[in-house]
């Protein structure tokens, strides 16, 4: 129900003018003008401009053209499953050792109290500063990397897991102790399933920091992976390449984002979106 | 009692409210339709109406926040076009209407902020209003730590603090326990009688109706308003233990629900 | 676990069994000495660094280059935010967009960045603006569409001009959503500049990880964990504490902020 809002916005006339169109057309034209004007701005400026300019920053038309032709090479979708491999191994280690931690944790008060302070640093230690440590014991390999992403990302879903488990409803808690369920079964039954949606936060979370972390640390010491084309490319004089590596980047961080609601809707359908619009990675 | 702004007025009429044959439609479904009534100047004017009889759009298309499909709206002789504090709205849903970053009595004295008073000015004049809901003792609370009931007299005192001419409250005690509206209403009734502000009342209690107004307007289920012929004329001051027993009120009754639901009803008589 | 005294007395203890248990392995060997030393090695080097003011020059300029990144973001991205938020076709235009680059690690773009604006302050500052104003931008524009529109109703009956519907109403109902948009915002923004003084390094917090890998100090390394670490945890307490004051009135009391 169209209310005439009270405090008018500055489009509505505008809108007025142009509603005699069809509106399927309004939506995907005014949808377009955002990437429109990013490419259109992206051209001008790369033809334009000091030599630096348009060796740097080749013309949309070119990086797709590169774009085009690596994939179908089959060499970015190498290094992109390169960058997958780094990121999910890292990704699956957080999760196996959080999850399991966090509801340790959460089972022994006593621990997760002491540990608090200890907990809290290393949340707060941003994970790529402990890279060059890593390269230095593990060398420049993919273990490096998995195991850079897989540090960045365990703290919040550790963190997660033992406040989705402490913060579970003594109602919840006690209907276990009436039916006499303990232990293991009330663990997997009750317990898990009434934290998953904090766990799934948490896990969420973790995902975006691996893969971010990945990425970073692919560019920094990597020998594959779509990071390490990024920044060979670039050393290289060939940014065309690079930028069609960061398309590529795009492309999976935006599969796994995907990939990742998907899976929590599945898992978790009743977890309620938190409301307040806070954007989280 | 706040003094007499310097806001210049039009000359003053003796209808504050002035409907004709107004209707409010979104796209094909009417909310209300045809309705005409005009409201004397210091009445206390109730609406009545079931659910979803249009009864809410009816008030906030005089209020300003919501404009007519069909026939005219004028207000203190002027037509209604926007909101405006001489015709203040008092929300239903008072606790997403009270601003939460504010204290108590600094959202009392936004209105006056709003029409140019200095803070300080603004407070002591608050002061004044939250003395007459009673709550000048939790000036400095916030709102998520009063009552429901209270919380719906700081919206009240809120309003009075703009000084409108004509008050419009959308069911404002809809949301309290039975004893809290009591209370509110006999301190509602307190208030107009001090005031002798112009009140639009809307409610789905008819009994509150009853209670509270001079006049009541019924819209049916089908967003037809029909003004009820007599005039409320119950004595003055009204008291819940005595009102609702007096003869005449049973027969107002019988006729508010007959021309709700549109059922002939036995003559009590 | 309630009294303070055997709350803090309980995490001094954990955090010196950590140590002891860190420091008998490294010096029997169970871990190379030489790739992971032992804390008191690193408390050494940490000591000599704070007296001879590394750690604070270095400190001082990735702070500045944080402050400054997150200041552009901030002043940018909210106004931005509050534009698209109320100006429909500038929303419709611009948003879908923002939430289609939002997921792409901003750390990317950093040897892109980098050609542009050459190897200067200029590069992290950048870096860290793009990372967090976008997600700013996006969160303003969300608080505002999520704005109970009573607010704005109640204000206008109230006689509430234009001006002051949008500052003394829109902004500080958006305001809890902004602050908490701004907690997130400053953890990404010291992650990606640390990447950036990683990758490009000159000063700088990260440039001090990696001189000292590559002389392989690794007690100098640890070091300069700790006190990326120690940074981090002293800003994000500074930050919620100036959350708390500006939107303090939210009694949302979360049961554990541990997210």
């Keep these: 129900m169209e209310r005439e809002s009270v405090t008018p916005t500055m489009g509505e006339s505008v809108q007025a003018k142009v509603r005699s169109l069809p509106l399927w057309l309004i939506q995907v034209a005014v949808g377009l003008t955002g990437p429109a004007v990013l490419i259109a701005s992206w051209w001008y400026l790369s033809i334009s401009g000091s030599d630096v300019r348009s060796r740097y920053l080749p013309s949309p038309a070119k990086v797709a053209a590169v774009f085009g032709e690596a994939t179908s090479r089959g060499l970015l979708i190498l290094e992109a499953w390169s960058t997958l491999v780094h990121f999910a191994l890292g990704f699956l280690i957080a999760a196996g050792v959080g999850i399991v931690t966090g509801i340790t944790l959460a089972r022994f008060q006593a621990l997760s109290t002491a540990l608090h302070p200890v907990l809290n640093f290393l949340r707060n230690l941003p994970g790529i500063a402990v890279l060059p440590v890593f390269a230095l014991i593990l060398g420049l390999s993919g273990a490096t990397i998995s195991g850079v992403a897989a540090f960045a990302s365990v703290w919040f879903i550790l963190l997660n897991t033992a406040a989705g488990v402490e913060t579970m409803d003594p109602v919840t808690l006690d209907t276990t102790r009436v039916f006499g369920v303990t232990g293991w079964r009330r663990l997997i039954h009750v317990i898990l399933p009434s934290a998953a949606p904090r766990i799934a936060t948490g896990l969420r979370l973790g995902l975006g920091i691996a893969l971010v972390v990945s990425v970073s640390s692919e560019i920094i010491i990597g020998r594959s992976g779509l990071g390490f084309v990024i920044a060979q490319s670039m050393a290289t004089l060939r940014p065309a390449r690079a930028y069609a590596a960061i398309i590529a980047v795009g492309l999976v961080a935006w599969a796994v984002f995907y990939a990742g609601e998907k899976l929590e809707a599945r898992v978790v359908p009743w977890a309620k979106q938190e409301a307040r619009g806070a954007t989280t990675r | 009692m706040a003094a007499a702004d310097e806001r210049p007025r039009p000359m003053p009429t003796d209808t504050a409210i002035e409907l004709d044959r107004a209707g409010r439609s979104f796209g094909h479904t009417v909310a209300f339709g045809d309705v005409s009534f005009s409201v004397a100047r210091h009445s206390f004017v109730a609406i009545v109406g079931a659910s979803g009889s249009g009864k809410t759009t009816l008030l906030r298309c005089i209020a300003g926040l919501e404009r007519l499909t069909s026939g005219t709206a004028r207000a203190l002789g002027e037509p209604i076009e926007a909101p405006s504090p001489r015709r203040v709205y008092v929300f239903q849903d008072y606790s997403r209407s009270l601003f939460a970053w504010r204290s108590v009595i600094r959202n009392v004295a936004f209105p006056l902020e709003m029409s140019g008073v200095t803070k300080a000015e603004a407070r002591s004049r608050a002061m004044d209003q939250l003395a007459l809901v009673g709550l000048d003792h939790r000036a400095d609370a916030f709102p998520w730590q009063l009552s429901g009931g209270m919380q719906q007299r700081v919206a009240i005192a809120r309003a009075l603090a703009a000084d409108p001419e004509i008050l419009l409250m959308d069911e404002p005690f809809g949301a309290v326990d039975a004893q809290t509206r009591m209370g509110l209403q006999l301190a509602l009734l307190d208030i107009w009688q001090r005031l002798h502000k112009t009140i639009v009342f809307v409610t789905h209690d008819i009994d509150e109706a009853l209670f509270l107004a001079d006049r009541v307007i019924v819209l049916n289920a089908r967003g037809y308003g029909l003004v009820l012929d007599d005039e409320v004329n119950l004595p003055r001051p009204r008291s819940h233990s005595e009102t609702p027993v007096m003869t005449r009120y049973g027969v107002l009754r019988s006729q508010v629900l007959q021309i709700l639901f549109e059922v002939p009803v036995k003559d009590p008589r | ?259």
């Design chain 3, 1 to 259: 676990m309630r009294r303070p005294l055997i709350r803090i007395s309980s995490q001094i203890t954990a955090l010196l069994l950590l140590l002891a248990c860190w420091e008998i392995s490294s010096r029997s060997g169970l871990l190379n000495s030489r790739l992971v030393p032992p804390p008191t090695r690193v408390m050494d080097s940490l000591w000599v660094g704070l007296r001879d003011g590394v750690f604070l020059d270095d400190t001082t300029i990735s702070l500045r280059r944080l402050l400054i990144g997150l200041g552009v973001a901030v002043s940018v991205g909210v106004p931005t935010g509050l534009l698209f938020g109320r100006i429909r076709p500038l929303r419709s235009a611009f948003y879908p967009l923002l939430k289609f680059v939002f997921p792409i690690p901003v750390a990317a773009l950093i040897p892109v960045v980098l050609v542009i604006t050459g190897i200067r302050d200029l590069l992290y500052v950048s870096i860290v603006a793009l990372a967090t104003g976008i997600p700013m931008i996006i969160a303003t524009v969300d608080a505002v569409r999520q704005t109970d529109p009573i607010l704005l109703e109640t204000g206008a009956t109230l006689g509430a001009p234009r001006v002051s519907l949008f500052s003394r109403i829109l902004i500080p109902a958006i305001l809890p959503r902004i602050v908490h948009a701004s907690y997130v915002s400053f953890a990404i923004g010291l992650i990606v500049l640390i990447t950036a003084e990683i990758l490009v390094s000159t000063r700088g917090l990260g440039h001090i990880l990696v001189l000292a890998q590559r002389q392989y100090r690794v007690a100098d390394m640890f070091a300069g964990i700790v006190v990326i670490g120690v940074i981090g945890m002293t800003l994000s307490a500074v930050v919620r504490a100036l959350g708390k004051r500006l939107a303090g009135w939210e009694e949302v009391y979360l049961a554990k902020e541990w997210t």
